[in-house]
Nanobody, 124 residues
């Protein structure tokens, strides 16, 4: 089970840190990804960032590269998404997901487990 938290309403330019707490399994057994979905639309889940099963490699969408950072704490069994210099276009519901793959694919179909999402709203 994955539980995402840390979303909120913020102004452009500030930072937020999302957390994803895992239970019933250890995150070191999975590659982990963060996806986002714009509320009120039928858009698909868009890959934001991912961290490999070993924790040694991180991957980012071009739109967030240099602003977002994904990390994990295997002791606490949590994954984090540090989001800096937020922009209005970052507004979305953010989901964490776990995949049995070695690396985090950008295709959401490669992920077996999903959290419920946390809403991030960035005002201009």
């Amino acid at each position: 089970q994955l539980q995402a938290s840390g979303g909120g309403l913020v102004q452009a330019g500030v930072s937020l840190r999302l957390s994803c707490a895992a239970s019933g399994g250890t995150i070191s057994s999975y590659s982990m990804g963060w996806f986002r979905q714009v509320p009120g639309t039928e858009r698909e889940f868009v890959f934001v960032a991912g961290i490999s099963r070993s924790g040694s490699s991180a991957y980012y969408a071009d739109s967030v590269k240099g602003r977002f950072d994904i990390s994990r704490d295997t002791v606490k069994n949590e994954v984090f998404l540090q989001m800096d210099t937020l922009k209005p276009e970052d507004t979305a519901r953010y989901y964490c997901a776990a995949s049995g793959e070695i690396v985090p694919f950008s295709n959401p179909d490669r992920y077996e487990y999903w959290g419920q999402g946390t809403l991030v709203t960035v005002s201009s």
